[in-house]
């Protein structure tokens, strides 16, 4: 079980950019996938990207060509790196890894 603490959320403009990072208290390396969810007000949680070890991504279409996601096995970090924000995107951003391990989120909020 590791322990996954996200950052980099914050407060920016409709077409901006920011880059989150999810640091996990032990190696990564082992878990074959790691994910991105987000929940935004009175909305559940849907998946965002994930990132496989090798490198392999997917991504949810309401961010496909704005979001990518990579991970660095040695900082047993992952990182969402999302441009080109939206209204929309307004949520609580999770990292999510192995069995059950969620971080506690980090807010993005972008203004129009």
């Known amino acids: 079980q590791v322990q996954l603490v996200e950052s980099g959320g914050g407060l920016v403009q409709a077409g901006g950019s920011r880059r989150l990072s999810c640091t996990a208290s032990?190696?990564?390396?082992?878990?074959?996938?790691m994910s991105w969810y987000r929940q935004g007000p009175g909305k559940q949680r849907e998946l965002v990207a994930t990132?496989?070890?090798?490198?392999?991504?997917t991504y949810a279409d309401s961010v496909k060509g704005r979001f990518t996601a990579s991970r660095d096995n040695a900082k047993n970090t992952v990182y969402l790196q999302m441009n080109n924000l939206k209204p929309e995107d307004t949520a609580v951003y999770y990292c999510?890894?192995?069995?059950?391990?969620w971080g506690q989120g980090t807010q993005v909020t972008v203004s129009s």
């Open positions: 999510y890894g192995g069995i059950g391990n």
């Open positions: 032990g190696s990564i390396s082992g878990i074959f996938r």
């Open positions: 990132i496989a070890n090798g490198g392999t991504t």
